[in-house]
Nanobody, 125 residues
């Protein structure tokens, strides 16, 4: 699976951005998908995950209620809608794919098999 993330940019605090991650290769619906982010000097962290068929999602408290992950298996694409952005959301955002069973969603980096190249999100105060 090859993943291509896009949609990052510069936005003011309180604004919104929508990230996209297009997949090619193997059957997209066999993979649960996630977004991670990494800020300068910090470890990469999980920000959203969605199950293979989209029936389940999971968010950490830091983004819950502000970020929404979705997927379109017909288009082999996963999205991350980010609202009410804060300066602390500034990071490089990565999409990732995990060969999954059922409705499971992994939150550890090591569980993900494929990664996109990352897209920069910068939130100004």
């Amino acid at each position: 699976v090859q993943l291509q993330a896009s949609g990052g940019g510069l936005v003011q605090a309180g604004g919104s951005l929508r990230l996209s991650c297009a997949a090619s290769g193997r059957t997209f619906s066999s993979y649960s998908m996630a977004w991670f982010r990494q800020a300068p000097g910090k470890e990469r962290e999980f920000v959203a995950g969605i199950s293979r068929l989209g029936g389940s999602t999971y968010y950490p408290d830091s983004v819950k209620g502000r970020f929404t992950i979705s997927r379109d298996n017909a288009k082999n694409t996963v999205y991350l809608q980010m609202n009410s952005l804060k300066p602390e959301d500034t990071a490089v955002y990565y999409c990732a794919a995990d060969w999954a069973y059922g409705g499971s969603i992994a939150t550890r980096q090591a569980d993900y098999d494929y990664w996109g190249q990352g897209t920069q999100v910068t939130v100004s105060s």
